[in-house]
């Protein structure tokens, strides 16, 4: 509390002052709000060739914005959104939009949707998947579902088959983050993903030629490749990084360099200027 801080000082509203339990908790009863108050929308990030440039898919990044408390980063908020089981209804209005979104794009172009441990295993995920793509029209090869690793720490079991069960509507999975979590190469021996995003931390590593980093990078693209995944470098903000990255052989690139997450009349914007290419 900001009272009786010692001194006999008493200071005024500060909000660095209050606890993050106190902050969680008052996210937690606006973001129960939030959906019906349409204060969430969708930005799109373009994840291009690493050879060509040439636009592949874009991903879809929620955006909260409060009407007091502003644009609250969703590092804050999906964790609580996961904590209350809010991620169900708030991701699956992110899946229908993304898919609905992307019927605008040219039909090479995937959508790629992130899926939270917690929206994957309960509820009837396959069933709003098929949904999602029923009513949008999107064929479900250009749908990407992106998991993290921990999806595979939850208990009781029933990941993979419902992984397998995505799998064989036609989606394609990523595994998101890749080497941030508990990093277990048996589970690549289960699922084919399609594609392994390496995380940014990294990109950001090798960079600045950290030797480890490079060697797991280039490990870990040979590793996707044999297992004919492709890998996507994550938070590519240097011609430094890009060239990197591409020497070291992934195969696709997403990051500020080729573009921010934008509005969805932005993203579609790109399509209309010099041959879908996005530019830097
Ligand atoms: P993520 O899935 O790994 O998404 C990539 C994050 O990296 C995004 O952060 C993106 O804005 C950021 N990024 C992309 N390029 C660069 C770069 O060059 N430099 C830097 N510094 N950052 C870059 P964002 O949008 O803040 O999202 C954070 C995380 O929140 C996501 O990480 C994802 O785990 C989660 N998230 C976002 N939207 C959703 C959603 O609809 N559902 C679920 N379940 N999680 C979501
Ligand atoms: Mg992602
Ligand atoms: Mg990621
Ligand atoms: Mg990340």
Known sequence: RAKDQGGGIVYAYEPQLHSHAEERRVLEIALRKALERDQLTVHYQPVVAADTGAIESFEALLRWTHPELGPISPAKFVPIAEDTRLIGPIGDWVLMTACTEARN?????????????????????????????????LAANRLELEVTESVFLREGGGVTDMLDKLLSLGVRLSLDDFGTGYSSLGYLAKIRFNTIKIDR????????????????????????????????????????????????????????????????????????????????
């Open 105 to 137: 794009w040219p039909d090479h172009v995937r959508i790629a949707v992130n899926v939270s441990a917690e929206q994957l295993m309960n509820g009837n995920f396959v069933g709003t998947v098929v949904q999602a793509l029923a009513r949008s029209g």
């Open 201 to 280: 931390s990294f990109v950001q590593a090798a960079a600045k030629n950290v030797a480890e980093a490079i060697a797991i990078i280039r490990a870990v693209v040979t590793l996707a490749s044999s297992l004919d995944m492709t890998t996507t470098a994550e938070g590519i903000e240097t011609d430094r990084e890009l060239t990197l990255m591409r020497d070291l052989g992934a195969k696709k690139i997403q990051g500020f360099l080729f573009g921010r997450p934008m509005p969805a009349r932005d993203a579609l914007k790109l399509f209309n200027r010099d041959g879908e290419r996005a530019v830097a």
